[in-house]
């Protein structure tokens, strides 16, 4: 079971392809006090078995004080995860950061914007190099369809400071948030597909960068295809994915700490507690619903993808291509199986 925290939109970038929606009339900007949150959450986790957390923002790095109030009252506690996660912009990382983060063991997804965040402000490199467990993500839009500046960059940083470096990758959801020129189209898709593929050759021939971007991805698509039908909940809302600000309110999507997104919360297990908060469940549950989602034979492993999305036709067809490709993948490198013979229109 995992845990995302919202710890608050602030950020030091304005980045147009961000996937939040800070600026949404109803977005929840309000800040809640800490202590009340650890109080309830910690004996929430223990009794729930949560195995995962992960801290959001806006910039998570703004929010330091709170992460280490709420990690630390964890660790006193006795309480340990199997993975701990934050996602930072980079520029903010110092070593005080740094030195915690290793004490904890949290994985840091250390997202390159590059030329594209806006403003513009370097990654402290100096400092992610310092970090045991880390990756440096690459955001796949229609604006920045390949990935090849980013293993660029990873080379040149693995030269200078003599340590490997991990990429990985996301796609962009095409939130309200998100600037309509990074949303993929039916063109521009079926070009960053053509990549996909030489990625997926580059890694059959040993390019160490290529094994490393697919891994983590093969590992949800076979977890997510082993996942019983009748289990199948929506990509960003279920059992196993609980989404909550610091008031213990739980949202359909961390992407989306709206009140018109609010499910419930946390620490009242009844479900949603008035019209509103169902009918957001219900968006939530609207794709995975529907007549093309049943019939989809790999709809364990996506979930309906983003509800958010305002192109769902395109997301839909990106997981039908990753999944060809996955299979593809699979069958080289473990042979034959049920899961690689799946066939998606």
Known sequence: MKLNI?????????????????????????????????????????????????????????????????????????????????TTNGSLLEPKHVDRLNE??????????????????????????????????????????????????????????????????????????????????????????????ELARLRHAGHRHACLFFDGHLEEWRAGLARADKDVEPLCHGRDHLSVDLAGNRYACHHGVKTGYRTG???????????????????????????DCRACPIRSWCRGNCHLSRTHEIDCRLSREKHRLFAWIDAQENGPSDRNHIEVP
Not at 30 to 42: A, K, L, N, Y
Not at 57 to 73: C, K
Not at 170 to 178: E, K, L, S
Not at 280 to 291: H, N
């Open 104 to 197: 904890w063991g949290m994985h840091v997804v250390v997202s390159d914007h590059g030329a594209s965040g806006q403003p513009h402000r370097d990654i402290a490199w100096d400092m992610v190099r310092r970090l045991r467990r880390s990756s440096v993500s690459f955001l796949f839009t229609a604006e920045t369809p390949h990935i090849w500046p980013l293993f660029e960059k990873l080379e040149r940083l693995e030269r200078e400071y003599r340590r490997p470096f991990w990429p990985y990758a996301h796609w962009v959801r095409a939130t309200q948030g998100c600037d309509p020129r990074y949303r993929f189209t039916p063109e521009t898709l079926e070009r960053h597909v053509e990549h996909l593929w």
């Open 265 to 291: 919360n946390l620490f009242d297990e009844s479900g949603p507690r008035d019209e509103a908060e169902r009918t957001a469940l219900d968006r939530a549950w609207r794709w995975v619903r529907s007549e």
């Open 6 to 86: 919202f710890l608050g939109y602030a950020c030091n970038f304005a980045c147009a392809y961000c996937l939040q929606e800070r600026d949404a009339p109803d977005a929840v900007r309000r800040g809640h006090p800490v202590e009340p949150f650890i109080e309830r959450v910690v004996p929430f986790v223990r009794a729930h078995g949560i195995r995962r957390v992960d801290y959001w923002g806006g910039e998570p790095l703004l929010y330091w004080d709170r992460i280490a109030a709420i990690h630390s009252a964890f660790v006193e506690a006795g309480i340990s995860f199997d993975f701990v996660r934050i």
